[in-house]
């Protein structure tokens, strides 16, 4: 079974969107625009996304959780505003600046370096330009960056209190994460305590609301 596909078979993905995405939704007070939502999971942001009257591509690598998306929407009314797509975000099948919005929350993180780097390329290629990006990935002051074993800088497998503790998990450092997004505007960037489940503790993410200025 693929890693994402058993991870998803037994995990239970919270379902509630974060303030920073519905405080983006509220600012911006965005319409009629094209979405993406990368690494969409079982699709809390998806649904809330296209229930607000957006247009939404739901992109994953794995089959599991878009099933699960496709259950919960079944017969939605905003239903025909979603499009579910399995793959990779090496290889997004869209052409370039074809989204006026792209949202990952809690993917970019799990890989090698190398990796990210090409993810954040697909990326700033499928955005328009004054798209906006928003993301979180984890920060080095998250506790469990000091457990499991590291693969490459700031990149660990096998960490504590993970419900994917073989997937690669890199944790970044302010600095770092600003250097994968020099060809946007930092409209906000915030480090943020979160819980995703009681047993596991809670995670620290950077929350990171992006333009693309080139």
């Not at 797509?85 to 052409?95: F, G, L």
Request: aromatic share 12%.
């Amino acid at each position: 079974m693929y890693p994402w596909d058993k991870i998803f078979s037994k995990k239970q993905e919270v379902r509630k969107i974060e303030e920073f995405i519905k405080s983006f939704y509220k600012k911006y007070k965005i319409k009629n625009q094209k979405v993406l939502d990368l690494g969409c999971g079982t699709g809390r942001y998806t649904i809330f996304l296209a229930q607000k009257g957006l247009e939404v591509i739901a992109l994953d690598i794995s089959r599991i959780p878009l099933s699960i998306l496709a259950k919960r929407i079944k017969n939605k009314p905003y239903r025909k505003r979603i499009k579910l797509v399995k793959t990779s975000a090496s290889r997004i099948p869209y052409p370039n600046k074809s989204f006026d919005i792209v949202i990952s929350i809690a993917v970019l993180h799990h890989g090698k370096a190398k990796q990210i780097k090409g993810w954040f390329k697909e990326v700033k290629r499928v955005l328009k330009r004054d798209g906006y990006f928003l993301l979180s990935v984890l920060s080095k002051n998250d506790l469990r960056y000091n457990s499991g074993k590291e693969i490459e800088k700031n990149t660990k497998v096998n960490i504590k209190n993970t419900f994917d503790p073989e997937i690669p998990h890199h944790f970044f450092s302010e600095k770092e994460i600003l250097s994968f997004l020099k060809d946007y505007e930092i409209l906000n960037i915030k480090e943020t305590s979160r819980v995703t489940a009681k047993k596991y503790g809670k995670f620290i993410h950077f929350d990171i609301i992006a333009r693309k200025i080139k």
